[in-house]
């Protein structure tokens, strides 16, 4: 417990500048006085001393304004900044090295028993405000904007910011595909897709199915053109009246039109 108790007050040196020294630690920061309380709360829930854990993390909300159920299981080197307004629901649970900031909830969505309230993986930091909603996992490293709130798993090493929120990766090694999308989205013209690119959000998703479906129809366009032309020689001229072929497409024709010969004039031979 006293070794846990140091790790927790090492953390608060690691992660707030402002901290000096530690006896102003624990006496002056509410997240420390919650912490050491639900260490011990949990201790009693989990010795079915129920009523008795419920009361100790009554005080300790009274105390601090910080409400951690004592069902919750949270892990080592914990820190709550600031800390008034944050909620931990019971099912909720904390890994190692896990900064919240004061507003944060960890609730449910739902009245069911089970569990419902989020898991934290390692490392994870939640900004001030951010409400996590549900039974899900928000991974390894990952960060919640202040104000965010997230009602679906957040992948590990991403930053999830805005209501609902969104989700950005940074850093993403880029493949093949997405670099053929984003040369294909430039050529077009379509600069929001590029601006974006690192964004994992349904719109953009949606909008990198479209991307290939055009480039695919396009495609199959061209070919019925090449194929058009060759069984009509006035084709070319007529669609140049209604709607002009692009020098890309110009090029194709004549190609097709060239093997056409070709082949016409070895089969005559
Ligand atoms: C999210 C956060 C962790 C920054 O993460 P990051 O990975 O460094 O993200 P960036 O600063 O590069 O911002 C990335 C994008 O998210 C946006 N963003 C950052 N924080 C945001 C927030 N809280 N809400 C909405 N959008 C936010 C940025 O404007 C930027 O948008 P853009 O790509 O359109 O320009 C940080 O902004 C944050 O909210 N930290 C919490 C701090 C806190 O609560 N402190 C309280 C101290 S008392």
New binding site residues.
């Given amino acids: 417990m006293l070794k846990q108790l140091k790790e927790d007050i090492q953390a608060v040196f690691a992660r707030d500048p402002a901290a000096r020294n530690t006896l102003e630690v624990l006496t002056t920061y509410p997240g420390i006085h919650a912490l050491i309380m639900h260490r011990v709360a949990h201790e009693l829930w989990t010795k079915d001393c129920k009523g008795s854990a419920r009361l100790l993390s009554s005080f300790s909300r009274f105390a601090t304004g910080i409400e951690i159920h004592p069902g919750a299981k949270i892990g080592r080197r914990f820190f709550i ?2 800390g008034m307004g944050v909620v931990i629901g019971e099912t909720a649970e904390i890994g190692d090295d896990v900064t919240l ?2 507003g944060v909830t960890l609730g449910g969505t739902t009245w069911n028993k089970g569990k419902r309230h989020p898991t934290l993986e390692d490392g994870v ?6 409400k996590i909603l549900g039974p899900f996992t928000v991974g390894k490293n990952a ?6 709130v997230v009602t679906k798993e957040v992948p590990p090493e991403t ?4 209501n609902p929120a969104r989700f ?1 990766t ?1 850093n993403k090694p880029k493949d093949d595909e997405e670099n053929r999308r984003r040369d294909y989205a430039e050529s077009i013209g379509f600069q929001p897709y590029a601006a ?1 690119q ?2 994992s959000d349904p719109i953009l998703d949606g909008m990198r199915v479209l991307l290939d479906r055009i480039q695919l129809n396009e495609k199959r366009m061209n070919t019925l053109c090449q194929r058009l032309s060759l069984l009509d020689p006035t084709f070319k001229k007529q669609q140049l009246n209604e709607q002009p072929f692009s020098d890309e497409e110009l090029k194709i024709i004549e190609e097709a039109k060239r093997e056409c010969e070709a082949q016409s004039s070895q089969s005559k031979a």
Avoid: E, P
């Fill in positions: 900044d600031h900031y004061h930091v939640v900004g001030a405000g951010a960060k919640v904007g202040s104000n965010a930053t999830a910011v805005g950005i940074k974006t690192d964004q």
